[in-house]
């Protein structure tokens, strides 16, 4: 029953380093998502794949890159790490974005600082 | 664009109050609406939703209906317990492909015995 798992749970980074934030699933789901949550702001998103090799932009992308090399992953890359950056990450799978009953499936999340 | 507006919290309520927390959205078309629940140290969980007009969604003793012409989704328990204390948000989402979640702010809920 592992379902989404996100590695690391927690980070620091100094400003200017990089990192990747790791995302998995087992559920054979196409879609995946990545949102970043700032305090009492809600979930924002990041960037989503429908399906391997195919991703796309969302609200909030900038200082970020993903790729989807296959069904099960779908990383986070942090280039340079600013302190705009210090948020609660959370990876999200869904079978699909077509059928309107759809249910997101989310990992336990990536606590990031950056100082 | 699409949005989703949540009561301020936080909401502090005794054990067996009653629950509301208002949700309202602006969306074109008929999107389905979702209520979450994130507990202390989790990820979100999906606790019920709509997926059309005057649907009511259930789980757990948690209820929202669907309500197209004051475009609202408000969730309602008759018996809080202190085990439902975490943080809820309502969410839209248009039925089209290649769309996500859009999540409103959150509402910490807080139940104390």
């Known amino acids: 029953n592992a379902g989404v798992t996100q590695t690391p749970k927690f980070r620091i980074l100094k400003i200017g380093q990089s990192m990747t934030l790791q995302c998995t699933q087992d559920m054979n789901h196409n879609y995946m998502y990545w949102y970043r949550q700032d305090p009492g702001m809600g979930l924002k998103l990041i960037y989503y794949s429908v399906g391997a090799g195919i991703t796309d932009k969302g609200e909030v992308p900038n200082g970020y890159n993903v790729s989807r090399s296959t069904t099960e992953d779908f990383p986070l890359r942090l280039e340079l790490a600013a302190p705009s950056q210090t948020s609660v990450y959370f990876c999200a799978s869904s079978y699909s974005a077509n059928r309107v009953s759809e249910k997101l499936f989310f990992g336990s999340g990536t606590q990031l600082s950056v100082l | 664009g699409d949005s989703v507006t949540q009561m301020e919290g936080p909401v502090t309520l005794s054990e067996e109050a009653f629950l509301t927390i208002n949700c309202t959205y602006t969306a074109t078309g008929y999107p389905s609406l979702f209520w979450y629940v994130q507990y202390p140290g989790e990820g979100l969980q999906l606790l019920l939703k709509a997926t059309k007009a005057d649907d009511k969604g259930s789980n757990k003793g948690f209820e929202a209906t669907y309500r197209k012409e004051t475009t609202s989704f408000h969730l309602e328990k008759g018996s809080v317990q202190v085990s439902d204390s975490a943080v809820y948000f309502c969410?839209?989402?248009?039925?089209?492909?290649?769309?996500?979640?859009?999540f409103g702010k959150g509402t910490t809920l807080s139940v104390s015995s």
């Open positions: 969410a839209l989402t248009r039925n089209q492909a290649g769309t996500a979640l859009i």
